[in-house]
């Protein structure tokens, strides 16, 4: 019995901290991966790197193109992310 008990424990402190990494961290990468989504293309398309975190997100020309178009424009950006939406 004193083992299930522990068990028990330990899968609702591990949901807890889950719960609560999701509420702290959820709404930057949430916001990334729904570009990511709504894109439907790859993080490397945007990133330098294929898998960016919060602080290593460096964004590449399409990258930057994109945020310069207010994260519009994607297309254009791919073809001429250097003059697209320049002001
Ligand atoms: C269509 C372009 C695009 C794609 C695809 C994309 N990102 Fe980003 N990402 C951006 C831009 C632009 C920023 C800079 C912040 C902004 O403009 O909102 C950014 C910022 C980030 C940040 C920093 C968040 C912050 O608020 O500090 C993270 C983490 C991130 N991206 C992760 C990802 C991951 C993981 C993927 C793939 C699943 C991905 N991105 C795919 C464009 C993209």
């Given at each position: 019995m004193k083992t299930v008990k522990c068990a028990y424990l330990a899968i609702v402190s591990i949901l807890g901290m889950w719960l609560l990494l999701a509420v702290f961290s959820a709404t930057p990468v949430e916001a990334k991966l729904q570009y990511a989504s709504k894109e439907k293309t790859a993080c490397k398309t945007c990133h330098v790197k294929p898998a960016p975190?919060?602080?290593?997100?460096?964004?590449?020309?399409?990258?930057?193109?994109?945020?310069?178009?207010?994260?519009?424009?994607?297309?254009?950006?791919?073809?001429?992310?250097?003059?697209?939406?320049k002001a």
């Open positions: 975190k919060k602080d290593d997100n460096e964004l590449n020309d399409v990258g930057k193109c994109y945020q310069r178009c207010e994260h519009k424009n994607l297309d254009q950006c791919k073809k001429d992310p250097v003059n697209t939406c």
